[in-house]
């Protein structure tokens, strides 16, 4: 089945920094999300970006599906933003189960 | 509009019970899919259902079920309960499964002792 790899696994950064996240999955897919996972275990969704670029206040993704990888962006982070970022794709018609990679942990610190 | 909502929040069960856990999706929504977050193995996909058929399973035993009902709220079920059970069960739903965002409710954090 298709592998989702997820890096870095941990960042740290100080408030204010910015930050790349990077999504590699092994095959072609026709359904790509970024989720937000909060101290509590929800999952939010942040976007639901296939192809192409996409922002949403200070942050942004791009997905090069021909090139096999996705890109989350995190522009002047705050704690808030503190927590693990999940990258999850799809490449079944249909009906789509979701395989997620193992996330990126990012802890922002005052 | 409401959120996904799962209950119970938080259950905990000895080996060999059976549990139930209840998702309702946002309304609109008639697909609803599960998954099991552990740290060993990560969000692993158990199943989706549609219109009360389930439409894809995922590569668990079949301890493992689930079911859908006429107003789109579904229950998994997991039988002869064992310690490597012991994760956050997740519940997502989207209009029509397939390819578009996936809402996820709040999770069952299942400990089993």
């Known amino acids: 089945g298709i592998q989702v790899e997820q890096s870095p696994p941990d960042l740290i950064l100080q408030e204010g920094a910015n930050s790349t996240l990077r999504c590699n999955f092994s095959?072609?897919?026709?359904?790509l999300q970024w989720f937000h996972q909060n101290p509590w275990g929800q999952l939010i969704n942040l976007f639901y970006?296939?192809?192409g670029t996409k922002q949403n206040g200070r942050l942004s993704a791009t997905t090069v599906a021909t090139e096999r990888y996705s890109l989350l962006y995190i522009s002047s982070s705050q704690t808030t933003d503190s927590g693990v970022y999940f990258c999850?794709?799809?490449?079944?018609?249909?009906?789509?189960?979701?395989?997620f990679g193992k996330g990126t942990k990012l802890t922002v610190n005052p | 509009k409401a959120g996904v909502t799962q209950t119970p929040r938080y259950l905990i069960k000895t080996r060999g019970q059976q549990v139930t856990l209840s998702c309702s999706p946002i309304?609109?929504?008639?697909?609803v899919s599960w998954y099991q977050q552990t740290p060993g193995q990560g969000l692993q996909f158990l199943f989706e259902?549609?219109?009360?058929?389930?439409?894809n399973k995922g590569n668990f035993p079949g301890r493992f079920s689930g079911r859908q009902f006429s107003n789109s709220r579904s229950e998994m079920n997991v039988s002869t309960l064992e310690l490597g059970d012991s994760a956050l069960y997740l519940c997502?739903?989207?209009?029509?499964?397939?390819?578009?965002?996936?809402?996820f409710g709040p999770g069952t954090r299942l400990l089993v002792l």
């Open positions: 999850a794709v799809g490449s079944g018609g249909g009906s789509e189960k979701l395989v």
């Open positions: 095959d072609s897919v026709n359904n």
């Open positions: 970006i296939p192809s």
């Open positions: 309304s609109g929504h008639r697909s």
């Open positions: 259902y549609f219109s009360e058929t389930q439409r």
């Open positions: 997502a739903s989207n209009r029509q499964g397939g390819m578009e965002t996936q809402y």
